[in-house]
């Protein structure tokens, strides 16, 4: 069965850091591009940062520039999110998502606008507030 299953969301203090992990099954991640994606409540999915399957390449969003950062270990067939001084704004649902058909600005750099990507995993609610 091919799944993403995100991990290690939760409550955090404004200012402090979580690290978000994405574990691929059924497929093999160093084939895809990946994304990390949240969802504020009554606002769009929106594209946080991918990364391309080489590494190679990476894609932030403005408004989490110099604060989170992508990886990914292809070996354990996982990928990251390290996000440090979190903002309430950042508080969200956050997805990871897979598609071999897109490189990171493609996946993350315009609007999903329904885009039926590859793979989704379920979701991890990370809530930053004090």
């Known amino acids: 069965q091919v799944q993403l299953v995100e991990s290690g969301g939760g409550l955090v203090q404004p200012g402090r850091s979580l690290r978000l992990s994405c574990a691929a099954s059924g497929f093999t991640l160093g084939d895809y591009t990946i994304g990390w994606f949240r969802q504020a409540p009554g606002k769009e999915r929106e594209g946080v940062s991918c990364?391309?399957?080489?590494?190679?390449?990476?894609y932030y969003a403005d408004s989490v520039k110099g604060r989170f950062t992508i990886s990914r270990d292809n070996a354990k067939n996982t990928a990251y999110l390290q996000m440090n001084s979190l903002k309430p704004e950042d508080t969200a649902v956050y997805y990871c998502?897979?598609?071999?058909?897109?490189?990171?600005?493609?996946?993350?750099?315009?609007?999903?606008?329904?885009?039926?990507?590859?793979?989704w995993g379920q979701g991890t609610l990370v809530t930053v507030s004090s």
């Open positions: 990364i391309s399957n080489s590494d190679s390449n990476t």
């Open positions: 998502a897979g598609d071999r058909h897109y490189n990171v600005l493609g996946l993350c750099g315009i609007p999903l606008a329904g885009r039926n990507l590859e793979v």
